[in-house]
Structure formats: structure tokens, C-alpha cells
């Protein structure tokens, strides 16, 4: 059997378990969207948000990049962002990258990956703006983990700074943004910032005419 003949079969025997269960699951499922959370996390496939946070499918609106990246020129993220405020009216945003992630260690290094290199840049800067603090620490993993830390922090900073997210706290005081990372050796989850509806930021990134 083929690999990805093996996930048509664990599907087909996913919704029949489902069904079997709880006959209306997939008629509630297929009515509505209403999710509360808004989740910008990694694509790394150990990173699965409904499985760590306990949630069941339509509980929480989904984006994945490499690194879980806020960029002001990613059109698929503003896209989904401004989907899930503006229309499903999400009350949290969340960033939420892990230890040990892959895209934040290739932006620690000089190696040149092609075009990723332009996207790691980003992680880089966020690198550039905290190397003494980061470069104090004594290990390469411990240097790593506060850079995923400070990615994170910086990312919700990114979102703050949308007219998406300003004009959301403006006139629904609404959503709550939220910093997290992933621990692939424990399975916990730790907040590392937050921000609350309203929050103030530096003036240069305000919009008066919202």
C-alpha cells in the first residue's frame, strides 16, 4: 500500500468512528464557523494547534508559516488575519512558535537556503535588535530558545501594528493578541507576551483616520 493510500483509509475510518459516536458531528461540523481563536503557528507538522490545545475541529481558525512569521508584505497572512477579525470576529489572536524550531536555528546561521533566505530575514532582524542579550547566554539551544522567544514577542508586535488588528481595538475592543511557544519535549505550552485590545504602541505605527 502506498504511503498516501494509507491516510484515504485512516480518513474513511476517522469519520466512520465520528459518525458512529456522535451521528450529528458532521452536520453541526458543516453549519457554522465560529471559532473564538485565530492561531499564526509553524508549519511544523509536530505543531498540530487542535491537538495541543485540547480543541475539537471549528474551534479554532488556523494559519501556518515557516517560523510562524507576522510579515507586513504576506498577503496570505493579512488575508487570513483580517478574515478571522473582521468576519468570524475572533476574541484571541495567536502566535505560537516552539523550542526547537528549525527555521529559527537556519536564521542563527550564514548558510544560504535559496530563496528562504529572504523570508528568514525576518528572524534574523529580531536576532540583530537582541544579540547582546541572546549572545550572553552559554549554549547554542539556550541562545536558540530566547531567540524563539523574542520572535514571538516581536510577531505580535508585527500584529499589532496592522490596520486590521488597530481598527478591530478601536471599534469592537477586540481581540486580545497573545505570545506562546511550544515545548516539543514536554508538550507544554508557555506565554511568553500579551497584549490587550487598545494597547499602546509607538506613535509612528497609529492610524488617526481609522
Known amino acids: 500500500m502506498l ?12 469519520a466512520e468512528e465520528q459518525s458512529q459516536s456522535n451521528p450529528d458531528y458532521f452536520k453541526v461540523l458543516a453549519a457554522q464557523q465560529a471559532p473564538e481563536f485565530l492561531w499564526i503557528g509553524c508549519s511544523d507538522s509536530r505543531v498540530p494547534a487542535n491537538q495541543i490545545t485540547g480543541t475539537l475541529p471549528g474551534e479554532i481558525f488556523v494559519h501556518r508559516n515557516i517560523a510562524n512569521l507576522v510579515v507586513n508584505t504576506d498577503i496570505n497572512m493579512l488575508s487570513v488575519l483580517q478574515y478571522a477579525v473582521e468576519v468570524l470576529k475572533v476574541k484571541h489572536v495567536i502566535v505560537c512558535g516552539h523550542y526547537g524550531c528549525g527555521g529559527i536555528k537556519a536564521a542563527m546561521g550564514q548558510h544560504h537556503y535559496g530563496i528562504i533566505n529572504h523570508w528568514l530575514q525576518n528572524i534574523k532582524d529580531v536576532y540583530r535588535m537582541h544579540r547582546p542579550e541572546i549572545d550572553d547566554l552559554k549554549t547554542e ?58 494597547t499602546h504602541i509607538d506613535p509612528l505605527y497609529e492610524y488617526d483616520n481609522l
Open 141 to 198: 539551544e539556550e541562545r536558540a530558545d530566547k531567540l524563539t522567544e523574542l520572535t514571538v514577542t516581536e510577531q505580535v508586535f508585527n500584529l499589532a501594528k496592522t490596520s486590521i488588528i488597530q481598527k478591530a481595538w478601536k471599534e469592537n475592543k477586540s481581540p486580545h493578541l497573545h505570545g506562546w511557544v511550544y515545548g516539543l519535549s514536554n508538550g507544554i505550552i508557555k506565554p511568553v507576551c500579551e497584549m490587550e485590545p487598545g
Open 3 to 14: 504511503s498516501y493510500e494509507k491516510l484515504l483509509l485512516e480518513n474513511k475510518a476517522w
